[in-house]
T-cell receptor
Framework: EAAVTQSPRNKVTVTGGNVTLSCRQT?????MYWYRQDTGHGLRLIHY???????QIGDVPDGYKATRTTQEDFFLLLELASPSQTSLYFC??????????FGSGTRLLVI | QQKVQQSPESLIVPEGGMASLNCTFS?????YFWWYRQHSGEGPKALM?????GDKKEGRFTAHLNKASLHVSLHIKDSQPSDSALYFC??????????FGSGTKLTVEP
């Protein structure tokens, strides 16, 4: 079954720490996305990609880097984590004009 | 800048009742709109899409689109407790990016 798998499911880090969130899709989709979800803000787009090696900037990119190493794998990097980055992070994949398939999310706490 | 404004923030309806959720979008060039549903502890899942003016019905769910007034809505008929969830509308951009509203928390009371 086609899926989007995120890891880890939960992560706690200290302010200034490095964090890498991983996402793998088995849908053969070209597009992959990273969103953060916060109460009152819905889902906000951080970065997205059209394919391996491609990276596009979303609406809230500050403090985040991303890398699409293969068609299947998309990583989100927080190099100097701050408490404002405490959030629920979702990865998704999709094709042109189709619905997205979302992962189950990574809950990140920066203390 | 929120491209999609969603209301209400929360909604409580009795079991068997009608739930109505609303969104206003800002881009007159938008063509595709989606409704997503998210149950607690899960990722959002697509409910339905609409791209033509008028109504689109799928079972108990009806989406309505009015491009002239920049408005899209979702109506859930005969609401069930299992419909309790967070609902998002989303606007698909030219770059295949979905811009989501802030969400409506629906509670269906038995």
């Amino acid at each position: 079954e086609a899926a989007v798998t995120q890891s880890p499911r939960n992560k706690v880090t200290v302010t200034g720490g490095n964090v890498t969130l991983s996402c793998r899709q088995t849908n053969s989709h070209n597009y992959m996305y990273w969103y953060r979800q916060d109460t009152g803000h819905g889902l906000r787009l951080i970065h997205y990609s059209y394919g391996a090696g491609n990276l596009q900037i979303g609406d809230v990119p500050d403090g985040y880097k991303a890398t699409r190493t293969t068609q299947e794998d998309f990583f989100l990097l927080l190099e100097l984590a701050s408490p404002s980055q405490t959030s629920l992070y979702f990865c998704a994949s999709g094709t042109t004009n189709s619905d997205y398939t979302f992962g189950s999310g990574t809950r990140l706490l920066v203390i | 800048q929120q491209k999609v404004q969603q209301s209400p923030e929360s909604l409580i309806v009795p079991e068997g009742g009608m739930a109505s959720l609303n969104c206003t979008f800002s881009d007159r060039n938008s063509q595709y709109f989606w409704w997503y549903r998210q149950h607690s502890g899960e990722g959002p899942k697509a409910l339905m899409s609409i791209f033509s003016n008028g109504d689109k019905k799928e079972g108990r769910f009806t989406a309505h689109l009015n491009k002239a007034s920049l408005h899209v809505s979702l109506h859930i008929k005969d609401s069930q407790p299992s419909d309790s969830a967070l609902y998002f509308c989303a606007d698909l951009s030219n770059y295949n990016v979905l811009y989501f509203g802030s969400g409506t928390k629906l509670t269906v009371e038995p």
